[in-house]
């Protein structure tokens, strides 16, 4: 038996290795677990955003830097951003979150390279829009292709300021 040197405790040497596979195998099982998790939940939203209508633009890993109105210590997350035909949706992949904006309601799009406090050193995507209670909200992502999203979220805004 020798003894540990940070906490004087005794400790068995022989039980280490069986410790440290443990710990091994449970890391193992756990990213096991996400990933077979976020295959299935892609997998569903993808479906319910197909049987929705027209997907116009779709972005596949978004990771969503959340929305002004909320505290500021709320979770960041990866999920599924789309512009469909009258919406801009987002569903987050754990914990199981939506955010739906109708594209009327969008009132502007610009870009940062950080929001509330948060930033992974990208410019980001921005929308600023009216929520459901008639107050001026803002929320972040950061996509692939950003120009792309610029542009179509501008086009939905300016055919939807046409019609007013």
Do not use: C
């Amino acid at each position: 038996m020798i003894k540990d040197a940070a906490f004087n405790l005794p400790f068995e040497r022989s039980l280490m290795p069986g410790a440290v596979l443990l710990i091994f195998f449970a890391i193992i099982a756990f990213v096991v677990f996400l990933t077979v998790h976020i295959s299935r939940r892609t997998r569903e939203i993808n479906s319910f955003l197909e049987s929705s209508g027209e997907i116009r633009l779709k972005a596949v890993h978004a990771n969503f830097f959340g929305r002004d109105s909320l505290p500021r210590n709320q979770a960041r997350g990866n999920g599924i951003l789309a512009i469909l035909n009258e919406t801009l949706y987002f569903e987050m992949y754990m914990p199981r979150r939506t955010l739906e904006i109708p594209l009327g309601m969008i009132r502007d799009v610009e870009r940062a390279t950080s929001f509330l406090g948060k930033t992974k050193m990208q410019p980001l995507l921005v929308v600023h829009f009216m929520n459901e209670y008639g107050h001026d909200e803002t929320a972040a992502w950061l996509v692939s292709n950003l120009s792309s999203w610029e542009e179509a979220l501008k086009q939905a805004l300016s055919r939807g300021r046409r019609s007013l």
